[in-house]
């Protein structure tokens, strides 16, 4: 068998940009130890380290409350334990009896809405073709031959001429479907589920036949980020924290994805309460299903593969609209998110200290701490180039930078031989030094789309236009004039990291 093109690759060329980091930090570090102790402020520290210390802390406590929330049995491997949220066997027994004997996968079916996808059409059947027999489409207002082409090859396709958005023509979708099938999985179009050779540690039967005998509304898999450019290196680290980490320390309150499972009639009452916007869209369904009782949890035994923004205008035109998505389902759905969190202790961390508190409330003190290090890093320029323009002191102080960027290394260290997969490691290793830069970078579309929904609701207009905010806008203002959306462009946006 022939090597994997990405492991028969000699390591020499990583010792470039090692080399690099190595000598960024020992710069940062001698620049740091020129400062006299009485310059210094704990006060200042503590703020320019904020992001440092919060993140720290709660890849701490997540680690921590996952191992609370799952139970090593004789059902299954603790390889497998170690990639649920929820103790599974304890779940599908019945109340006073033994645990459910497994049972085969019932009735299911693989469901997506696509647009204008005729360009990529050969590769997005060839990435469905092992699920084909199960796979249900809707061309969603496709102006291309998409939907034709399909059911040309036999693909099942339904061609809508209107153009409804993912949630409106999924909830569409579900009303067409055989009555026997009880569960589906609703998948983007770039993604792939992953074989066993891939990540995956079982059949998407077994994970869909796990779901089944649970009871429980939906299960979330791991979604990974294919291998393609430097981008994509922060990218495959950020949602490994964020699946592995983040989704996986939530039990049975988790939240849903862009690729996830759903019990049928739970996705019917969930798109039946929707608002049906595309931003936050899968948030506001696991909003919904969890206020209302039902139970959703994380399956990182099934991996599936994605690709990430390829640019940097793209990947700051994607965050801008999930953080505007965030801030406006907060505010619609504060008070379901208030009941949700009281139910258990974490989660209330989770809905309404991390995301509420932290990531809103908080979120000038993020600025505010971004602004420290940025004022720091130009400190260490200007003793790197003796310009002497700046006068180091409490405020410019190149210390702040330093332990930021040697403390934010150490953790994703950690996190590297702690939760990132052993085969994922080499790839994400390189960025490692820097990734607390990438992590930085967030504050800016983060705070424009929080900027949009303030300005959006001041003036009537937003402060950036991103890449999808014409499906939301144009089709609100021709159903104001009283015409028909026809042919308008439909992206899906996948929940954020939260």
Not at 233 to 248: C, D, H, I, K
Not at 372 to 400: C, E, K, M, Q, W
């Amino acid at each position: 068998m022939a090597a994997e093109p990405w492991k028969s690759r000699r390591p020499w060329p990583l010792l470039v940009p090692l080399g690099v980091y190595a000598l960024l930090l020992a710069w940062i570090g001698f620049s740091a130890a020129a400062v006299q102790g009485y310059d210094f402020s704990y006060l200042l520290y503590a703020l320019a380290n904020l992001i440092v210390f919060t993140d720290a802390i709660d890849f701490g406590l997540r680690l921590y409350v996952h191992r609370r929330h799952t139970a090593v049995t004789a059902d299954l491997s603790r390889g497998a334990v170690r990639q649920l949220s929820i103790d599974l066997p304890a779940a599908q027994r019945k109340p006073g009896g033994p645990i459910t004997v497994r049972a085969a996968c019932r009735p299911y079916a693989i469901i997506a809405s696509i647009y204008n996808l005729e360009d990529e059409l050969d590769e997005f059947m060839e990435r469905l073709e092992p699920q084909r027999d199960r796979v249900w489409l809707i061309s969603d207002g496709s102006t291309d031959r998409t939907a034709k082409r399909l059911q040309q090859r036999g693909w099942r396709c339904l061609d809508e001429e209107e153009n409804r958005h993912k949630p409106a023509a999924l909830r569409h979708l579900l009303q067409t479907l055989p009555p026997q099938i009880e569960t589906v999985m609703v998948l983007d179009p770039d993604v792939k589920i992953c074989g066993r050779h891939e990540g995956s540690v079982v059949e998407l039967e077994r994970a869909i036949a796990d779901l089944q005998q649970s009871g429980a509304a939906a299960a979330c898999p791991r979604v990974m980020i294919e291998r393609d450019g430097f981008l994509a290196r922060f990218q495959a680290l950020e949602y490994t924290l964020t699946f592995v980490v983040g989704r996986r320390s939530l039990a049975d309150y988790g939240i849903t994805s862009g690729v996830s499972i759903y019990r049928r009639d739970a996705l019917e009452r969930a798109l039946d309460q929707h608002s049906l916007s595309i931003y936050a869209e899968d948030l506001e369904n696991t909003v919904i299903l969890l206020e209302a009782g039902e139970r959703i949890y994380y399956d990182g035994r099934l991996v599936v593969s994605t690709h990430g923004p390829h640019t940097l205008r793209r990947w700051y035109s994607q965050r801008v609209g999930w953080y505007y998505g965030l801030l406006r389902l907060y505010t619609q759905r504060s008070r379901e998110l208030w009941r949700i969190g009281r139910r258990t202790p974490f989660a209330m961390y989770n809905f309404i200290g991390y995301l509420g508190v932290l990531g809103l409330g908080l979120h000038f003190l993020r600025v505010a701490s971004a602004g420290l290090l940025l004022v720091s890093v130009l400190a260490i320029l200007d003793n790197l180039f003796v310009l002497d323009l700046l006068h180091t002191g409490r405020v410019i102080n190149p210390v702040y930078i330093a332990a930021a960027v040697g403390s934010y290394l150490a953790l994703a260290v950690i996190a590297l031989f702690t939760v990132v997969p052993k085969r994922e490691r080499a790839y994400i290793a390189p960025i490692l030094p820097i990734y607390f830069v990438y992590v930085l970078a967030h504050i800016a579309p983060i705070t424009v789309g929080f900027g949009n929904w303030v300005a959006l609701r001041l003036w009537g207009r937003r402060l950036y236009r991103d890449h999808y905010q014409a499906d939301e806008d144009d089709t609100v203002r021709l159903r104001r004039n009283g015409l028909r959306s026809n042919g308008l462009r439909s992206n899906g946006l996948r929940s954020p990291a939260a």
